[in-house]
């Protein structure tokens, strides 16, 4: 499964973006649809984090709690796309956004990075303050 990731750029501190990650091919598409797909984040100097993920079928979300009530993640199955809404944007949320899909994850494991299976290349999102 290619993932593609876009959309980050440079934003003020309470400005808003929209990261989009689309499968390319149409296999690639199939199976993004049927797995969980998440977002993480990596800061300059720490570890990767996760930050939402959307469940396949009725679409169920997690969120870290330092971005409920600011991000939304959600999914177009037609389009085989994973976006996440960024309103309210912090100086802290400054880092490396990466899309991510897993095909064993189940509740528990939805912040493991190591669960996942695939990944896109990472969208750098920058907030000034």
């Known amino acids: 499964v290619q993932l593609q990731a876009s959309g980050g750029g440079l934003v003020q501190a309470g400005g808003s973006l929209r990261l989009s990650c689309v499968a390319s091919?149409?296999?690639?598409?199939?199976?993004?649809?049927?797995?969980?797909r998440g977002w993480f984040r990596q800061a300059p100097g720490k570890e990767r984090e996760f930050v939402a993920a959307?469940?396949?079928?009725?679409?169920?979300?997690y969120y870290t709690d330092s971005v409920k009530g600011r991000f939304t993640v959600s999914k177009d199955n037609a389009k085989s796309a994973l976006y996440l809404q960024m309103d309210n944007l912090k100086p802290e949320d400054t880092a490396v956004y990466y899309c991510?899909?897993?095909?064993?994850?189940?509740?528990?494991?939805?912040?493991?990075?190591?669960?996942?299976?695939?990944w896109g290349q990472g969208t750098l999102v920058t907030v000034s303050s």
């Open positions: 959307i469940f396949r079928g009725g679409g169920f979300t």
């Open positions: 991510a899909a897993g095909a064993r994850i189940i509740n528990s494991s939805v912040k493991t990075s190591s669960q996942y299976d695939y």
């Open positions: 091919g149409a296999a690639s598409g199939r199976t993004f649809n049927n797995y969980v």
